[in-house]
């Protein structure tokens, strides 16, 4: 079982707070309702400022607001269970969590225990709450949770790390990488980071990741740019580009999420599949193996055709 630290429950209650009342919260309602927060109020104000720029920077939209704009009301925060869930729509198999110590640690009875806390707290200030809308609050289902940990941990320390990455040809490749955030869009976890061989921002699907992360020299050996956010490179995964395939009967469900049926026939569908990204569509086409065929565009059935090959030549 994981030891969760004391950071990671605060941050867990606050986004479980902001999350299940109807109403915004006040920082006087959050400082009473969530351990964590130091007795001194300045540093109440400086903790709790830190924790909204995490969760900011793990894609976690907080609204700032009043309780009446005619008067001048204190302000209060919350989060809305449909920014929350960050336009990922008629998901099934996999529920999306934006705050990955949550996602890592929510099955722990200890963070149970912790989620149930801030709630009877809450009920006892008179701030009635829906756990329902906490159904949203779930890990997300990816190759390994060990490696998620460890990023995260790189992030807080501020270590370069270093991993094997399968790119979207299936070929295998080292990178070194300064680690900024995490988030999820579409379905997959990503990091973002500088890759120190290519000097330039990059994301990375989680799920690509062979083997484990390994940490390399000293704590603090770089900073997170004051200017980054994970939201704005998880936007660049926004699904705006389309490819017709075929896809056999009561097959290919993870493709079904995010395409639109054009006709049936007794074996296949015919689909638009919309993607975000070409070495994604293709590294998906791949898992799907005899159950997609590529119709359109032309490139994208050649690209397809050419990694088959490879594979083949590569696997006699």
């Given amino acids: 079982m994981h030891t969760v630290s004391r950071k990671s429950e605060r941050l867990v ?4 707070a902001l999350l299940a009342t109807g ?17 001194d109020n300045q540093a109440q104000e400086r903790m709790f400022e830190r924790d909204k720029e995490e969760l900011r920077n793990l894609g976690i939209e907080i609204e700032v607001g ?11 925060y919350r989060i809305r269970p449909e920014k ?5 729509k008629d998901l099934t198999s996999v529920q999306l969590s934006l705050l990955s110590a949550a996602a890592m640690s929510w099955r722990n009875a200890e963070i149970r225990s912790q989620a149930s806390s801030a709630l009877m707290k809450l009920n006892a200030l008179g701030l009635p709450s829906d756990p ?7 890990p997300v289902i990816f190759n390994s949770d060990e490696n998620l940990e460890r990023v995260l941990n790189a992030i807080a320390a501020g270590k370069v790390i270093s991993f094997n990455y399968r790119n979207g040809d299936h070929s ?7 680690a900024y955030g995490v988030g999820t869009k579409n379905g997959y976890w990503y990091l973002a980071g500088n890759d120190l ?3 330039d921002i990059r994301l990375f699907r989680l799920d690509r990741f062979v083997g484990q992360i390994k940490e390399q020299g000293k704590a603090g050996s770089y900073e997170i740019p004051k200017g980054f956010s994970m939201s704005s490179q998880l936007a660049t995964r926004d699904r705006n580009q389309s490819c017709t395939l075929l896809v056999r009967s009561n097959r290919g469900h993870d493709l079904r999420k995010y395409s639109t049926l054009v006709e049936s026939s007794d074996d296949w569908d015919t689909v638009v599949y919309s993607y975000a990204d070409q070495s994604e569509l293709l590294s998906d086409l791949l898992w799907q193996g005899e159950d997609v065929i590529v119709k359109k565009p032309v490139e994208i059935i050649d690209q397809y055709n050419a990694i088959i ?7 006699g």
């Fill in 84 to 88: 929350y869930q960050i336009d990922v």
């Fill in 66 to 76: 009043t309780f009446d704009p005619l008067f001048e009301d204190e302000v209060g």
């Fill in 23 to 39: 109403r915004w919260l006040t920082k006087s309602e959050i400082f009473t309702a969530i351990d964590g927060y130091s007795s």
């Fill in 197 to 199: 061989d290519r000097q």
């Fill in 309 to 315: 090959s490879r594979i083949a030549q590569l696997h």
């Fill in 13 to 16: 209650n606050l986004t479980i």
């Fill in 132 to 138: 329902q809308s906490l159904d949203v609050f779930t």
């Fill in 172 to 178: 295998l490749q080292e990178r070194v990488i300064e």
